[in-house]
């Protein structure tokens, strides 16, 4: 999978590339990530990449042509088909559901904002789609491209040393992740289950599931509502 990153500061989207899973997706082949400069598709001494916006108020505007230049040049480095995304706190919120989408796309192209924001006529002829990270305003897009790169970057075959470990992950099956544990057994500030320990599989998958559907019971219960529950989490549920 490629990831292309149209940003005012793309040594920021180079630092997520460096580390851990997106690292390693990065090092076996299976993800390649690329910072793409608006900037340097700027025209004139000064490279100027925004304006004020019309109508007046606070802030700046980023500019149409340098985007769209910046987008044509990224085009041109891979002619393969291209989903772009804006990140916008105006998007539709990001969930897992999306991630595991975007995580099957061959190419993304992810629009970062700066400032007010970009002129909405580039958006409305090169973007795809917004994506939110959530109901706060960021001052770049950033952040949120990278919060995108990291969670699809984890979902590539490959990616993660036991691919298990995705699947269990809070969300996948639509309820939040059970709790865990690790040595030692006791600790002043507890002590593991003891079912952790028994070696009996099955319990020990039930009680995983009991704890996962009690947190989001407790927790999200928005979750409980959507998640497809089987009988036997009904019964554990009501009892
Ligand atoms: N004026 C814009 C608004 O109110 O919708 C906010 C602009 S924000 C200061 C600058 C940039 O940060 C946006 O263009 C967008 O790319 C990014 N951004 C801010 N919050 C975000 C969020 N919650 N999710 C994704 N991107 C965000």
Not at 14 to 31: I, K, S, T
Not at 51 to 80: K, N, Q, T
Request: aromatic share 6%; charged share 25%.
């Amino acid at each position: 999978m490629r990831i292309d990153v149209v940003s005012l500061f793309p040594e920021f989207i180079a630092q997520c590339a460096a580390f851990g899973v997106v690292g390693r997706a990065g090092e076996r082949g299976l993800m390649s990530l690329h910072g793409w400069n608006p900037r340097d598709h700027a025209e004139g001494n000064y490279r100027r990449v925004d304006d004020r916006p019309f109508g007046g108020g606070p802030g700046m505007v980023m500019l149409i042509d340098p985007l769209r230049a910046c987008l044509r040049a990224v085009r041109e480095a891979d002619p393969r088909p291209a989903r772009v995304i804006y990140m916008s706190p105006q998007g539709r919120p990001l969930d897992q559901a999306k991630v595991r989408e975007l995580a099957a796309c061959e190419r993304l192209i992810l629009l970062c904002g700066r400032y007010e924001g970009v002129d909405e006529r580039l958006l409305q002829a090169e973007v795809d789609e917004e994506l939110s990270i959530g109901d706060y305003v960021l001052s770049g897009g950033e952040l949120a491209a990278a919060v995108v790169v990291d969670a699809v970057a984890r979902l590539q075959d490959g990616a993660l040393n036991d691919a298990e470990s995705a699947v269990q992950d809070s969300f996948e099956d639509g309820l939040l992740d059970c709790p865990h544990y690790t040595r030692p057994v006791a600790h002043e500030l507890g002590v593991v289950p003891e079912v952790l320990m028994s070696g009996n599989h099955a319990r020990i998958a039930r009680w995983r599931r009991m704890q996962a559907l009690g947190r989001t019971w407790l927790r999200r219960p928005d979750l409980i509502d959507e998640a497809a529950l089987t009988p036997a989490d009904r019964a554990l549920l009501e009892a």
